[in-house]
């Protein structure tokens, strides 16, 4: 509103106008803040649904200090609490390429469930008959081409016919899950659907079980850091995010972009699969990943799509999980808590972006130079 | 009453979960928001039908104010997730995919710590009966057409014709597919998503209070709610963003996904237990080839609204 036609119409209350850019150091201010607030009002959700919280208001530090504790109180959780980190980044990275290019790859949780029966039906058909080595090989290629399949199908009628991907993708998830449950079937005769660990196709370790997940995920996301920012593909994908019509008028093959990123994208997922089979469970369920797939799609937009910055976000949210399985346990509340807490957290800092990226400006404050 | 006969109005009634939650789904997306909350909307509506029983079920008020209480409750807990939704995706900007996946989260969260507090001799075993009025009697699966079942049929038929013959339903459509000339003509564009997202969400929520209440009537059921939210959604698509089509589609998810247990009991069938799973996924891909098909044919009709997914700002063009 310029000055000189003021108070003529009522100026609403509010007013706003997107930010060009904000510092980081601001931004990353702004979240945390989000971050406290939301814990806050955890501690006001915890007064409401955790009985033993209602008899003893006192224990409320106890409270907070316990989501610190779920994760480091002992050895072997710190060491679980990386684990589960780096799983639910390498399923996050592995969104990434495909969210740069506002492919919205919903369908995280199916390509990391492939990838994870890829690996589990090798061992199964193959365990014994083979090098151990060769095994894992072959187990390797078998989830990363599974997931590279799982992401591939949605991605082809999407660059040939645009076909929704948010919804196909999605549909994906469950196909995977069933097609599981089916082969839960066939590979148990008993009926119990409980195939139990099987005894080939382990990760060796070095020192520690977990220690080649970790490093594989870090690995991982300085791989996927240089690839993004670095390299032609990586100039490629942005473009075709920013702007599908730009794309197409500098010359880039619109449709074998989107197709090459979501097979990248979907075998990455598969890799992660292959993690969990080979490296953790050595078997097979249907919840194998867990909702993990969905939570990677908070994880990486949280991080604004930036592989570094997702390191930080999926320990964010592992902690808040491991903290808050920790207080149901300590304080006796249904095991579903945690969901409740990185719900609510996630809601605040979903909001908080909004005033990173826009300025607010109220009735009566208007200063000059605003345009 | 034959197995055919009852399988088929099983599947009708079972149906009714989906009609609930498509409909609200398709309400919300006729605004532009896909909200991927469902799934938590419908646990969270279920909750909230539940509590509200377990305050007044045996509190001997007389039975029709029961089951409309009820109703309420769980009608209001959905909207207020709505709300929260709405909040953050409409107001607040925020990105619908990340909002909706985190209430999700939340709602089923939540549900699964409150359910563990209710009473089920007293949210259920009383109000059961009252809800499957007028059938309550009957042994065989119609008993399970209750009070919900036809409030079901006659939401989707009325959102029908709100959205495809009143001047409320042409406004909103246009919210949908261009926010920015909807508002050019003077339409609320924030008014319009703020209720067409709340009361899709509260009727989304009476899905779930309707599978638990009465087609399952066990205090179990609270757990599948989850899975069945996202077939809502995938019904949506079925049914081409038509309320009205919901009743059709979801006797069809019904038919396909209560047959891996009726077809056992068919005489001359013979089933294994490995075709179970892939029965169950009949639904899904069905819906990706509706999916594939409408993308190819490219009618304008049966497109999802255009502006789904995106956020509006008005100082952007």
Redesign the interface.
């Known amino acids: 509103m310029r000055n000189g036609k003021k108070k003529e119409t009522r100026e609403p209350l509010i007013h706003?106008?997107?930010r060009d850019t904000m510092h980081p150091a601001k931004a990353w201010g702004i979240r945390g803040i989000a971050v406290l607030l939301g814990l806050l009002v955890c501690g006001l959700a915890a007064f409401l649904?955790v009985e033993k919280l209602q008899q003893n208001p006192g224990r409320i530090g106890e409270f907070y200090y316990t989501f610190i504790k779920g994760s480091f109180a002992t050895q072997r959780k710190t060491w679980k609490f990386f684990k589960d980190l780096a799983i639910l980044l390498s399923i996050a990275l592995a969104l990434t390429p495909a969210f740069r290019m506002r492919f919205?790859n919903?369908g995280a949780e199916g390509q990391t469930l492939m990838g994870v029966w890829g690996a589990i039906a090798v061992a199964f058909y193959g365990g014994g008959k083979m090098p151990e080595g060769v095994l894992l090989v072959l187990m390797f290629l078998a989830s990363v081409l599974c997931g590279a399949i799982w992401g591939g199908i949605p991605a082809l009628?999407k660059a040939k016919?645009?076909?929704?991907e948010?919804?196909?993708t999605?549909?994906?998830n469950?196909?995977a899950s069933?097609?599981v449950?089916?082969f839960l079937?066939?590979w148990v005769p008993s009926?119990s659907s409980n195939l139990g660990k099987l005894k080939y196709g382990k990760l060796p370790s070095f020192g520690h079980d977990y220690l080649v997940i970790i490093l594989v995920a870090l690995v991982l996301t300085a791989a996927l850091y240089i690839y993004l920012e670095y390299s032609k593909h990586g100039y490629e994908i942005n473009v075709v995010g920013e702007s599908v019509r730009t794309a197409r008028y500098v010359g880039i093959g619109v449709g074998k972009v989107i197709i090459r990123t979501m097979i990248l994208s979907g075998a990455l997922c598969g890799l992660a699969g292959y993690l969990i089979a080979a490296g953790l469970d050595q078997t097979i369920t249907t919840e194998s990943v867990g909702?993990q797939g969905?939570?990677a799609?908070?994880v990486c937009?949280?991080a604004k799509f930036n592989p570094i910055g997702m390191v930080l976000t999926s320990g964010l949210i592992t902690l808040l999980d491991h903290g808050a399985a920790q207080i149901s346990q300590d304080f006796s509340?249904?095991a579903?808590?945690?969901?409740?807490v990185?719900?609510?957290i996630?809601?605040f800092i979903?909001?908080s972006?909004?005033f990173i990226?826009?300025q607010l400006h109220f009735r009566g404050h208007e200063k000059e130079g605003i345009k | 009453m034959n197995i055919w006969m009852n399988f088929f109005i099983d599947s009708l009634a079972f149906g009714a979960t989906f009609i609930y939650g498509s409909t609200g789904e398709i309400l919300t997306e006729k605004a532009g928001h896909?909200n991927?909350g469902i799934p938590g909307v419908m646990c969270m509506g279920g909750a909230g039908g539940c509590l509200m029983l377990n305050l007044i079920g045996q509190s001997g008020l007389p039975g029709f104010l029961i089951v409309i209480l009820g109703i309420l409750g769980s009608f209001a807990a959905a909207m207020l997730c709505g709300l929260?939704y709405s909040?953050?995706t409409v107001?607040?900007?925020?990105?619908q995919?990340?909002?909706g996946?985190?209430?999700?989260?939340?709602?089923?969260?939540?549900t699964?710590?409150?359910m563990?507090k209710a009473d089920p001799v007293v949210y259920l075993v009383g109000p059961k009966q009252l809800y499957r009025f007028p059938f309550a009697d009957r042994t065989d699966s119609l008993q399970l057409l209750g009070v919900l079942w036809f409030l079901a049929v006659a939401v989707a038929i009325l959102a029908s014709w709100v959205l495809f013959r009143t001047r409320t339903g042409l406004n909103l459509r246009a919210v949908g597919e261009s926010p920015a000339t909807a508002d050019a003509v003077g339409i609320n564009v924030t008014r319009y998503k703020y209720l067409a997202t709340m009361i899709g969400s509260g009727i989304a929520g009476l899905g779930g209070f309707f599978y638990i209440i009465d087609y399952m009537a066990s205090q179990e059921a609270y757990l599948s709610v989850e899975a069945f939210g996202?077939?809502s959604?995938?019904l949506v698509?079925f049914a081409l963003w038509r309320p009205h089509l919901t009743i059709l589609g979801s006797t069809v998810f019904g038919l396909l996904f209560s047959c891996s247990s009726y077809i056992a009991n068919i005489p001359g069938v013979q089933v294994?237990?490995?075709a179970?799973?892939?029965l169950?996924?009949l639904p899904?891909?069905v819906?990706?080839l509706v999916?594939?098909v409408t993308?190819?044919r490219?009618k304008r009709e049966n497109q999802?609204p255009a502006s789904l997914?995106l956020s509006y700002?008005r100082?952007?063009r």
């Open positions: 706003l106008t997107r649904l919205w919903t009628f016919w645009n076909t929704n948010t919804l196909f999605l549909m994906m469950y196909v069933y097609l449950a089916y079937v066939v009926g909702g969905f939570t799609i908070m937009w949280l509340v249904a579903d808590f945690p969901d409740v990185v719900g609510i996630l809601f979903i909001g972006e909004f990226n826009f | 896909l991927l929260i909040f953050l107001s607040l900007r925020a990105n995919n990340v909002t996946l985190a209430l999700t989260t939340f709602g089923a969260g939540l699964r710590v409150l563990k996202w077939l959604i995938a698509i294994t237990m490995a179970k799973p892939i169950k996924m899904y891909l819906t990706i999916l594939i993308s190819i490219n999802p997914g700002f100082e952007e």
